[in-house]
């Protein structure tokens, strides 16, 4: 007999038990996306950085569109605090930004002439690494997902002891 019954669409639904630090973690999220926003749109803008190109203005609808989906996943998870959509969330913010740093690394929107230091390396290793952690991550919240539709413990659900 199976320890782990799926779960009735009520047990899918049921909230995580109540948590301040995430609740806190989302509304920092918020105002941090909130706040990159407006210094990339508003003031100072993204032009203050002396190594961007031009390039860069055809990236800033994609850097903004990850913003906000921050936003709105954040505020989505503060208020809701379930872990499917959380996970659901994750997935796509984690998919979103995929697409905004292969887009970086396709433009590749900085000018690091005259430093005598090997930057564009120092950037396109920087960039690989965040194409990697995102693909990681999308597939952990997929397995996370999967996991919690099945029924099985999900990484703030431990058994009891015993």
Do not use: C
């Not at 990339?40 to 055809?58: K, Y």
């Not at 872990?83 to 740093?101: D, P, R, Y």
């Not at 005259?114 to 390396?121: I, K, N, T, V």
């Amino acid at each position: 007999m199976s320890t782990n019954p799926r779960p009735t669409s009520s047990a899918w639904a049921t909230a995580r038990p109540a948590s301040p630090g995430r609740r806190v973690g989302y509304a920092i999220a918020i105002v941090v996306n909130v706040v990159l926003f407006l210094l990339v749109n508003v003031w100072p803008t993204w032009r203050i950085l002396p190594f961007l190109t031009e390039a860069t203005q055809e990236l800033i609808v994609l850097v903004n569109l990850s913003l906000i989906a921050g936003v709105v996943v954040n505020i989505l998870n503060l208020v809701l605090d379930l872990a499917w959509v959380k996970a659901v969330g994750e997935i796509i913010t984690s998919v979103i930004a995929l697409v905004v740093v292969v887009r970086f690394w396709i433009v590749f929107p900085f000018d690091f002439a005259g430093s005598a230091f090997d930057w564009e390396l120092v950037f396109r290793i920087l960039l690989g690494l965040a194409i990697a952690g995102t693909v990681i991550s999308v597939i952990v919240q997929v397995v996370l997902l999967v996991r919690l539709a099945l029924g099985s413990p999900g990484r703030t659900q431990h058994p009891p002891p015993g």
